[in-house]
T-cell receptor
Framework: EDKVVQSPLSLVVHEGDTVTLNCSYE??????LLWYKQEKKAPTFLFML????IEKKSGRLSSILDKKELFSILNITATQTGDSAVYLC???????????????FGKGTHLIIQP | NAGVTQTPKFQVLKTGQSMTLQCAQD?????MSWYRQDPGMGLRLIHY???????DQGEVPNGYNVSRSTTEDFPLRLLSAAPSQTSVYFC??????????????FGDGTRLSIL
């Protein structure tokens, strides 16, 4: 059974701090690992990682994948109150006929940034 | 370009009633899927489709039916609603075979309460 585990499940920090969110996985037919941010409504896409060791970066957010050790981290530097959200890690597997298949999600990390 | 559209946004049902949650996308994506999200949980895959006429079960398919008669639409049917199906339901879509490997895009969700 495919499994994605995120840690910590919740985290409270002060504005300006740096946070690291963790995601480990055990899946068959790995295709990609994705990070989403969820505030009140739909998850919004942050990063997709397919290759080991290559950092994806967008502003203060960055992420890296280790396919040998089966984990990924999401870093947020100089946090702001607007970063408060649930961060979801998901792994996409390869469909038996080729191409995309469903996402297996972790439970998410609930991040609260205090002013 | 509306993306992924879900209707209704909210619904209250009585136990035993049936209903259909609608999902439509205008991006010509082959892959569509339904997830449910419960408190403290990530999203769990209910059913998915890799193209018109093709559907398959995800992690939690019991009590739900789907069909895919067109590329654009992927309705989710609750045959006899149960309180355990109270949840927020998300529909998502992506290209299936895509050299740019686009991520799944989510609709805004349907909040369903079963009394």
């Amino acid at each position: 059974e495919d499994k994605v585990v995120q840690s910590p499940l919740s985290l409270v920090v002060h504005e300006g701090d740096t946070v690291t969110l963790n995601c480990s996985y055990e899946v068959t037919n790995f295709r990609s690992l994705l990070w989403y941010k969820q505030e009140k409504k739909a998850p919004t896409f942050l990063f997709m990682l397919t290759s080991s060791g290559i950092e994806k970066k967008s502003g203060r957010l960055s992420s890296i994948l280790d396919k040998k050790e089966l984990f990924s981290i999401l870093n947020i530097t100089a946090t702001q109150t607007g970063d408060s959200a649930v961060y979801l890690c998901a792994v996409e597997v390869e469909y038996s006929g080729g191409g995309a298949d469903g996402l297996t999600f972790g439970k998410g990390t609930h991040l609260i940034i205090q002013p | 370009n509306a993306g992924v559209t879900q209707t209704p946004k909210f619904q209250v049902l009585k136990t035993g009633q049936s209903m259909t949650l609608q999902c439509a996308q205008d991006m010509n994506h082959e892959y569509m899927s339904w997830y449910r999200q419960d408190p403290g949980m990530g999203l769990r895959l209910i059913h998915y489709s890799v193209g018109a006429g093709i559907t398959d079960q995800g992690e939690v398919p019991n009590g739900y039916n789907v069909s895919r008669s067109t590329t654009e639409d992927f309705p989710l049917r609750l045959l006899s609603a149960a309180p355990s199906q109270t949840s927020v339901y998300f529909c998502a879509s992506s290209p299936r075979f895509d050299s740019f490997h686009q991520p799944q895009h989510f609709g805004d969700g349907t909040r369903l309460s079963i009394l």
